[in-house]
């Protein structure tokens, strides 16, 4: 039997931790996009995992998250994606994250959408630990 690290679904983690951090502003958070049709009213922030080099013990991982808000709230929206940027950076503090280091943060800014939701995007560069497993 060989033992490998096997390294976490960092979207389910994101997801988890930034809905923690952003009860406050009642956010939904998750991997899926708001519905297009216009039904969709208050916070919504999409997590999306890019990947990037592994090694043995550890990973470096890209995380893009976007942040949208209620029609007419732009500077509030920022507020809400600054608060993810926050987060983000301050994750490697919380021992039972699988963070080992948030190397850097990019944005956020703002983007235009084709919505009159106003949006907001940014990045992070996420070195991770894996779990241990047997094969």
């Known amino acids: ?72 709230s732009h500077a509030e929206t920022g507020r809400v994606a600054e608060r993810v940027a926050v987060l983000l950076r301050a994750s490697p503090e919380d021992l039972s994250t699988p963070v080992a280091r948030c190397t850097t943060v990019r944005g956020p800014y703002a983007v235009d959408s084709d919505s009159r939701r106003p949006a907001f995007y940014l990045t992070a560069d996420l070195r991770v630990v894996g779990t241990s497993i047997t094969l």
């Open 1 to 72: 039997m060989t033992t490998v690290l096997e390294f976490p679904d960092l979207e389910l983690w994101a997801s988890a931790y930034l809905r923690a951090g952003l009860v406050s502003w009642s956010a939904r958070v998750g991997r899926r996009w708001p519905p297009a049709d216009g039904t969709a009213t208050g916070y919504d922030v999409v997590v999306r995992d890019d990947s990037g080099p592994s090694g043995q013990f550890t990973a470096d991982r890209n995380l893009a998250v976007t942040v949208i808000g209620p029609e007419g």
